[in-house]
């Protein structure tokens, strides 16, 4: 009988790739505020699990910012029709009580996802949030950030190297 792409997928494609992560992780996390100033590095805890009979899957990590804990969730797919990595992210640091929708490339050892978010507070124009999963092998993965101001280049905001425990 012929697989249908889902299938297709979760036996050897993208969806495979995501179930690949599933598991408890730990690791280093590193934040920047600008280009070169590292402000923080600390321990953080991750688990990714999946959902709905493997079409997502969910990364839930705990870390903190300058002593101060803080946790976010990603609910990450691969989006078969359009061929995209997908994701939904909330936090208690960096989103407030906005939810980031993001979609982006597949990558040679993961993907590469740019969102937006602002504040009307702060004008009309959004800023550009890219996240990077590199898969370095079934031990080891590293998940980088990078904010994007208007009119600027990107410069690295979050770095977070998890092996799995």
């Known amino acids: 009988m012929a697989q249908n792409k889902f299938e297709q997928s979760l036996a050897s494609g993208a969806h495979q790739k995501l179930q690949s ?3 408890s992780w730990s690791g280093i996390t590193k934040t920047w505020f600008e280009k070169d100033v590292l402000v923080d590095e600390c321990l953080s805890t991750a688990k990714i699990s999946s959902i709905l009979g493997g079409r997502f899957i969910v990364y839930d990590y705990e870390s903190s910012l300058e002593g101060k804990p803080l946790e976010g969730k990603m ?15 909330i936090d208690s640091f960096h989103m407030g009580t906005q ?17 937006a978010y602002g504040n009307p ?16 092998n079934d031990e080891k993965i590293i998940f980088s950030a990078y904010n994007i101001m208007p009119g600027e280049e990107e410069t690295k905001a979050i770095e977070a190297v998890y092996k799995r425990l």
């Open 121 to 136: 507070e702060y004008g009309d124009q959004l800023f550009g949030w890219r996240t990077e999963l590199e898969i370095i």
């Open 75 to 89: 609910i990450i797919g691969f989006d078969i029709p359009y061929q995209k990595f997908t994701f939904s992210w």
């Open 21 to 23: 992560l599933v598991g």
């Open 99 to 115: 939810i980031m929708h993001a979609k982006g490339e597949v990558t040679e050892k993961g993907f590469s996802i740019l969102g």
